[in-house]
């Protein structure tokens, strides 16, 4: 069964670092997504993706955060300058079409921030 | 703003039947959704229904909503170890596809 898969699984960095989270969305899917998962906390919506342009993002993505989609298999998101905050599980997601598709997620990568 | 709101825990007897209730305030909601998440793993679908439907059955597993009272439930019929896990409810209200999620009950399932 196609699947969406997420580098690294587990990423450590440094306070003020860049990090990229990388995703490979399902093939033929038009709609992607990132969403986080702090610690206990629930999964929070971040960003929708479709036709090369955000299309809905929450307060939490802020200018520190970017989406790209720089070929016709990656998604990737870029946090600029990273906080203890955003230590968190970040998850990528995708969809084939409008309307209440089944959305698919990945398993996620860990984020930790020191 | 929407909110889903779940009961944190739920702990049953392996065989026995596991009912995991879930909120939404969202009258506009079209479709929602539960999924499954195993430790360290990610999050799985399991199942979905569309806001038009009262009830959907596959295999084990049955949603029944009440959309009068914004009221979802997941019931896993004949329960195993193999299913403990934090039960996430989602729903959506528009095209783009947007998730809002409740905090997830955590089923501990007892031999």
């Known amino acids: 069964e196609p699947e969406v898969t997420q580098t690294p699984s587990h990423q450590v960095t440094q306070m003020g670092q860049e990090v990229i989270l990388r995703c490979v969305p399902i093939?033929?899917?038009?709609?992607f997504y990132w969403y986080r998962q702090i610690l206990g906390q629930k999964v929070e919506f971040l960003v929708s993706?479709?036709?090369?342009?955000?299309?809905?993002k929450s307060e939490i993505f802020d200018d520190q955060f970017s989406v790209e989609r720089p070929d016709g298999s990656n998604f990737t998101l870029k946090i600029r300058s990273t906080k203890l905050e955003d230590s968190a599980m970040y998850f990528c997601?995708?969809?084939?079409?409008?309307?209440?598709?089944?959305?698919?997620f990945g398993e996620g990568s860990w984020l930790t921030v020191v | 703003g929407e909110d889903v709101e779940q009961s944190l825990f739920l702990s049953v007897r392996e065989g026995d039947s596991s009912v995991i209730n879930c909120t939404y305030t969202?009258?506009?909601?079209?479709?929602l959704y539960w999924y499954k998440q195993e430790p360290g793993a990610g999050l799985q679908l399991l199942t979905y229904?569309?806001?038009?439907?009262d009830m959907k059955q596959d295999q084990r597993l049955t949603v029944l909503l009440n959309k009068k009272d914004k009221h979802l439930s997941l019931r896993i019929a004949d329960t195993q170890t193999g299913d403990s896990a934090i039960y996430f409810c989602?729903?959506?209200?528009?095209?783009?596809?947007?998730?809002?999620f409740g905090q997830g009950t955590e089923l501990s399932v007892k031999p």
């Open positions: 093939s033929n899917h038009l709609y």
């Open positions: 997601a995708s969809m084939p079409a409008s309307s209440g598709n089944t959305i698919y």
């Open positions: 989602a729903e959506t209200d528009n095209q783009g596809g947007k998730l809002i």
């Open positions: 229904i569309f806001s038009n439907m």
């Open positions: 993706f479709y036709n090369n342009e955000i299309s809905e």
């Open positions: 969202d009258s506009s909601s079209t479709y």
